[in-house]
């Protein structure tokens, strides 16, 4: 009996796993030509001071307009280009179209100095050995404003190879690139490493957050990870803020900054271009 069992479950784990592969064979495919069909985008969410209400800057987040499937979260799409090796690629481009971003919000007069636009990186592009060297060319063909880009790494990339990742961070901070950990909490959470690491920022995962307000067990992380960030002297950023008791707790924590639906989701550059238009005009 036994043995059916391992049987059936064999042949179904197998099947899963064939369908599994073929569904990233098509996605593959399909993100192959991607790039090319200009079917990306980047969303800007902005990051807003607890104390002020001000936006402070935006995190670009990467967005796919599949032909026919429609938009495609990157949660689903993110880990095929890793694997594929297209993340180099599309990298590339968030960081141009980021570049580009920041010229435009300079050049309307938005862009206030201390705002920053933060990009994400993954393991792969992180860890390749060219990758501050072709940032850096990059970042020579674009007028942006003086320390308006960031660059959001997880602990996961630079733990496996600690000292290679200080000295390419330390090379990127002299150029005025700043680093911040992203989904703090979620990784090793070493102390000893954030103290070695040139970060700046540190974003607290929104899976503590969300439960924030009913879970104690939460509620004393978060400050933990509040009270560490303030002593270390980091900023710290809570993500995934949806509600006002979630604001308010970690505003009582002495957080500094949040992103999350309570303020706004993502959005288009258009509607950013809004959001910071308005926000100059009443500043
Ligand atoms: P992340 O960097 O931790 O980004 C935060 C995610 O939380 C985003 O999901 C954002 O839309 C979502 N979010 C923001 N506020 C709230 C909220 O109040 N509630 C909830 N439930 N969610 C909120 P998104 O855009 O789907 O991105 C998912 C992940 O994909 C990102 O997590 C990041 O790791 C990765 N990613 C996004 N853009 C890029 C990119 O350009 N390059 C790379 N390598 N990864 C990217
Ligand atoms: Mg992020
Ligand atoms: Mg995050
Ligand atoms: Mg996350």
Known sequence: QVKEKGRDAIEFFNEDMADKVSRQLVMEGDLHRALEGKQFALHYQPKVDMGTGTIVGAEALLRWHHPTKGLISPADFIPVLE????ILDVGQWVL??????????QAQGWWKPGMRLSINISPRQFRRAAFADDVLRTLKRYPIPENSLEMEVTEGIVIQQVDEAIVTMRRLAEQG???SLDDFGTGYSSISYLKQLPV???KIDQSFVRDIVDDHNDRVLVETIITMGRLLDLDVVAEGVELEAQFDILQRYGCHYYQG???SPGVTLSAFDTMLAEHTVSA
């Open 261 to 263: 639906f309570y303020f």
């Open 83 to 86: 694997t594929s090796g297209l």
């Open 200 to 202: 700046t920022v540190l």
């Open 177 to 179: 690139i700043s680093f």
């Open 96 to 105: 141009e179209t980021a570049c580009d971003t920041l010229v435009h919000w």
